[in-house]
């Protein structure tokens, strides 16, 4: 039985890069293969602090030598694709020279306005590269890089969540709008385009990750100044995707920037409206012939939200089942896998 090692920053969260490793790691145990996971940080196999974003210094050759060498193939999640840690990117890339690897972008540097001056990822002829959009394998061809686009993938029917309990506990009572943006605070999620819809609507605003990359300040900040009830967290109580979702009475997604956005998709499955940000893939998903909001216009949603409209809902949950289906994840693994230099099975 072949063995796959994936490997990142961090594993094993609830980031996108963790959720869609997991799906790929459950993709390929279907094709038969082993997997582990090797991360600077997170619940994962193998621990190289190394590999962290914030790391000092990256893992030692003979580290990294070890930690991989029970794979026959190496999947990198997002680290040689965003430069966030530089040093560990160039030693991973490095320990897979000339052997079997796939490249996993989520993010790329020019993407970022604070790292476009900073180099795109490296290449090798025994890797394939793949996106999770076409917005990236367009940029990528561009600058001599082949790759092939996989789209995030969900379950289309997954288990309806505990709506009652939830907002007990969360103190908002039915007939309350509670507006879910299932998302870490950063500034790229634009908090205050959602706040601003909240508001708007009447409703309560619930953002369900927490701050990173310095933004506790201005999250506190905008909070102090919301002109609608604001709930954080999912600790209190603990709650799982499927419940938020339960809970909540629209989702949105008001981003300026998404490598994907997996909330577009997911509020699909689990039969939410979606008020939706004009960030560049949003455009490339809507294609698939999604019905979202404009999350800068609140009317739309607000009369939808009067009178909910199950068109809708049955509408956006077919196109997600229709292209965005975990169970199609297998076969489109196997096929870049199939183009790899290295032939396995």
């Known amino acids: 039985m072949p063995t796959a090692a994936l490997v990142s920053f961090r594993l094993g969260g609830s980031d996108g890069v963790s959720i869609e490793a997991r799906k790929w790691a459950g993709a390929l145990a279907r094709l038969g293969w082993r997997t582990f996971t090797v ?29 991989l060498a029970p794979a026959d193939l190496v999947i990198v999640e997002n680290l040689c694709s965003l430069p966030l840690n530089p040093p560990a990117a160039a030693a991973v890339a490095g320990a897979c020279a000339g052997r079997p690897a796939v490249l996993h972008h989520h993010d790329l540097p020019w993407q970022r306005p604070h790292l476009a001056h900073l180099p795109g990822p490296p290449d090798d002829r025994a ?90 300040p201005e999250l506190a900040r905008l909070v102090a100044g919301a002109q609608c009830p604001v709930v954080l967290g999912a600790e209190r109580p603990p709650v799982d995707i499927a419940d938020a979702y339960a809970a909540s009475d629209a989702v949105l997604l008001p981003s300026h920037w998404e490598g994907f956005g997996n909330p577009a998709i997911e509020s699909a499955t689990y039969r ?6 004009p960030y560049p893939v949003a455009s490339e998903l809507a294609a698939f012939g ?21 068109d809708l809902l049955d509408h956006n949950q077919r196109v997600a089942a229709i292209y965005f289906s975990i169970a199609d994840l297998p076969t489109r693994v196997a096929a870049v896998l199939a183009g790899l230099p290295t032939r396995f099975g």
């Open 39 to 67: 991360a600077g940080a997170g619940p994962v196999d193998v621990t190289l602090d190394g590999l962290a974003m914030d790391a000092g210094a990256p893992p030692a050759r003979a580290e990294l030598r070890d930690a």
């Open 127 to 216: 890797w394939a590269h793949v996106t999770i959009n076409e917005l990236s394998r367009h940029e990528l061809a561009a600058r001599g890089i082949t790759a092939t686009t996989i789209y995030n993938t969900f379950d289309p029917y997954p288990a309806t969540g505990d709506r009652d309990t939830v907002r007990a506990a969360l103190g908002v009572p039915e007939g309350t709008r509670l507006l879910l943006q299932p998302t870490r605070a950063l500034a790229r999620k634009n908090i205050a385009g959602a706040l601003a819809l909240t508001a708007a609507v009447g409703g309560t605003y619930w953002l369900l990750g927490a701050a990173e990359d310095g933004y506790g």
């Open 272 to 277: 939410r409206p979606l008020a939706i940000g």
């Open 290 to 310: 999604f019905r979202w909001f404009d999350s800068a216009v609140p009317a739309p949603l607000s009369a939808w939200l009067a009178s909910p409209d199950d």
